[in-house]
């Protein structure tokens, strides 16, 4: 189970980033409404995830946030920011990650930047495998000469006919597809 201490300076962003704790298998252990009362908490336990939530006014601390977690190797730490700047840091722990928070986009990038996040939670490497897989179909869909949107709708359309999730509904065009 992954162990996660959520520092969100917004409470906007705080159901959010419970859900997605839930979602992909996580523990919340504890909370820090600012940056500075994360600190203490690093130091107290060994934490799987840190999810922190930084305001484009907090966002001139990234780099002292960077250093710092490079203290903390065996801990994944996720920033959503407000700005485009680079996605992609040197250190293998941490992913800049844009608003808003959703989490297909989300298990995407831990997917791509931060592969070995998904071998510590069986949860989170469900969730990653069934967004490829409705990657996977929508490209499919697309295929046959719909766009984007339309794939979308289509998947969501026929998981909600048929009442099955989408995941089930991307297995279904891929098995489908397959035969063809």
Not at 27 to 51: F, I, R, S
Not at 85 to 108: G, S
Not at 113 to 129: D, E, F, G, T
């Amino acid at each position: 189970m992954l162990t996660v201490l959520l520092v969100n300076n917004a409470l906007s962003a705080e159901m959010r980033l419970n859900s997605i704790i839930r979602r992909i298998g996580g523990q919340l252990v504890d909370q820090a409404g600012t940056l500075a009362a994360m600190t203490p908490l690093l130091k107290l336990q060994p934490l799987t995830l840190v999810l922190i939530d930084l305001p484009s006014q907090e966002e001139t601390a990234l780099p002292i946030l960077l250093k710092q977690a490079a203290d903390y190797p065996d801990t994944f730490f996720l920033f959503w920011t407000a700005s485009e700047k680079q996605r992609k840091t040197e250190w293998k722990n941490v992913l800049l990650c844009e608003r808003p928070v959703r989490l297909d986009p989300l298990l995407n990038q831990i997917a791509d930047q931060a592969p070995a996040l998904l071998q510590r939670s069986p949860a989170l490497k469900r969730l990653a495998a069934q967004s490829r897989q409705i990657r996977q179909a929508k490209q499919v869909l697309m295929e046959t000469g719909m766009s984007e949107d339309e794939a979308h709708h289509a998947l969501e359309k026929m998981a909600m006919n048929l009442r099955i999730s989408r995941g089930e509904a991307a297995r279904k065009v891929l098995s489908e597809n397959k035969q063809k």
